[in-house]
């Protein structure tokens, strides 16, 4: 049989469904009609280091001018140069997400390796290395599934980058950040990730993408950051699924 056989036979037995609702979909697109128009992906201008929607359609003073910044990333300055997100933490940018992150939707990686792709495209860089934000090993064995990390092959998948899921490890466990302030989430995270050992060479000069699910205050990806720039890595960017409410 021929691939376009066997596509069909397997469109057949298992035909597309929708990540939002399950209803049956023409093509293997992700989400249906109503379900994409309820999902808030991020267009037009957006802040340069997170990713979040800036208010005004165009990219202000054409070529050569300042990339812009929001509020939270000009008042807490970021450990790495640019940033991106696919889309808001909100309604079925929300669900998405923690159906991703409990494990039970894979078949949220594939399109999500697309759309972190699409968003993404400003910032990617020659050679550049994608590594995910790690879970503490005790989590990993909790929930079995590091939902940044399938993120990051679903990237690499798409973009043909090079991922690694083994340079950053968590060098302590952290109580879960949901609920703390976000000084509490920067003090509690500070130095909580690390180089694993032997991983240096991997990153000196490169440039290297950390991909994470949400970004809400930037605790894990401040973390990660300053772990890459102290051992070497060239220039650190972030890219997200989905950018949580307007951080402060
Ligand atoms: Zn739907
Ligand atoms: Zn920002």
């Known amino acids: 049989m021929n691939g376009g056989v066997v596509q069909s036979v397997l469109q057949t037995l298992y035909p597309p469904r929708c990540l939002g609702c399950g209803a049956r979909v023409e093509s293997d697109f992700g989400l249906c009609g109503p379900c994409w128009r309820e999902t808030p992906f991020i267009s037009g201008l957006v802040c340069d280091a997170?990713?979040?929607?800036?208010?005004?359609?165009?990219?202000?003073?054409?070529?050569?001018?300042?990339?812009?910044?929001?509020?939270?990333?000009?008042?807490?300055?970021?450990?790495?140069?640019?940033?991106?997100?696919?889309?808001?933490?909100?309604?079925?940018?929300?669900?998405l997400v923690l159906g991703l992150k409990h494990g039970d939707r894979h078949d949220v990686l594939r399109p999500a390796g697309r759309w972190l792709a699409r968003a993404g495209r400003e910032i990617f860089a020659r050679n550049m290395l994608i590594v995910p934000v790690p879970l503490h090993w005790t989590r990993l064995v909790k929930r079995r599934f590091n939902q940044s990390a399938h993120l990051a092959e679903a990237l690499a998948r798409e973009t043909g980058l090079r991922h690694r899921p083994d340079v950053l490890i968590r060098a302590r466990a952290t109580p879960s950040l949901g609920g703390m302030g976000h000084d509490h989430r920067f003090q509690t995270m500070a130095g909580a990730i690390t180089l694993r050992e032997g991983q240096r060479r991997r990153i000196a000069g490169r440039p290297v993408l950390i991909v994470d699910d949400v970004m809400t205050s930037g605790a894990s990806l401040s973390a990660a950051a300053e772990a890459l720039v102290t051992h070497g890595a060239a220039e650190v960017s972030i890219l997200v699924l989905a950018r949580a409410g307007r951080a402060t």
């Open 50 to 95: 997170c990713g979040i929607p800036l208010p005004g359609e165009q990219e202000p003073g054409g070529p050569g001018a300042e990339p812009a910044q929001c509020d939270a990333c000009l008042v807490r300055v970021r450990p790495w140069a640019r940033g991106r997100a696919a889309m808001l933490y909100e309604s079925m940018g929300r669900r």
